[in-house]
């Protein structure tokens, strides 16, 4: 660490020294979602280099923020420390702060179950939240997003992962939603529930329209001031 150092005694400083480094951010983030192996974790991340993958990793294990445990005695996964997990409101203020300058696309931008899982987490207003039982479908992921009590919950349904923030209730989602990155839009204020569904932003495929009302009670990021 001491290479990249920028010789300055700041806090900020130290924080990008440890985990400022392309590719660094993104992996606390995928495991925030959850513990990782190293295959999920490259599959999450398709165009980071393995050495660098390996490298990254390695720098955050030297420095606290990751360690490698067992799983289910039988091969390792890694997953954040404490002192990582601490991360967790900067990633997630980080995301509010970056939704505002995201824009359409590119070309070959993915969205993965663990960004999305992410994205959810950022947009999510506990003191706004409705009580939700939702599928939700962008492109090839699927998670199933349930919030009861202001307390949110989601599971990748393929392939399956252990849920997020709590177990899920039995028995079938009460809508079923399939949208494309326009749902930006939605989440942003931009537009409307119904302005979503009329521009085809977001369609509900099971269930009743009203659901994408409590959904955008729930998800919303205000734009910040400039």
Excluded at 36 to 59: A, C, V
Excluded at 145 to 162: F, M, Y
Aim: aromatic share 4%.
């Amino acid at each position: 660490m001491a290479a990249r150092s920028y010789g300055q005694y700041c806090g900020v400083t130290t924080a990008v020294e440890l985990i400022g480094e392309r590719w660094a951010l993104l992996i606390v983030r995928d495991l925030l979602v959850g513990p990782r192996r190293y295959t999920d974790l490259k599959q999450g991340l398709p165009r980071i280099p393995t050495n660098i993958l390996s490298s990254r990793l390695k720098e955050l294990q030297e420095s606290g923020v990751v360690r490698r445990a067992p799983l289910h005695g039988s091969g390792l996964v890694y997953e954040l420390t404490p002192y990582g997990r601490a991360l967790e409101p900067i990633v997630l203020a980080l995301g509010r702060w970056g939704f505002q300058a995201m824009g359409d696309p590119g070309e070959g931008d993915i969205v993965t179950p663990d960004s999305l899982t992410m994205a959810l987490r950022t947009a999510f207003r506990a003191d706004d939240a409705q009580d939700l039982d939702v599928e939700l479908h962008l492109g090839d992921v699927a998670l199933r997003v349930v919030v009861r009590d202001g307390v949110l919950s989601v599971a990748q349904l393929a392939p399956p992962a252990p849920p997020v923030g709590g177990a899920l209730p039995p028995g079938e989602p009460e809508a079923v939603l399939v949208a494309g990155p326009g749902i930006r839009r939605l989440i942003g204020g931009e537009v409307t529930p119904a302005e979503a569904i009329a521009q085809d932003l977001v369609a509900v495929v099971r269930g009743e329209k009203r659901i994408l009302d409590a959904f955008a009670q729930t998800f919303h990021i205000d734009p910040l001031a400039a």
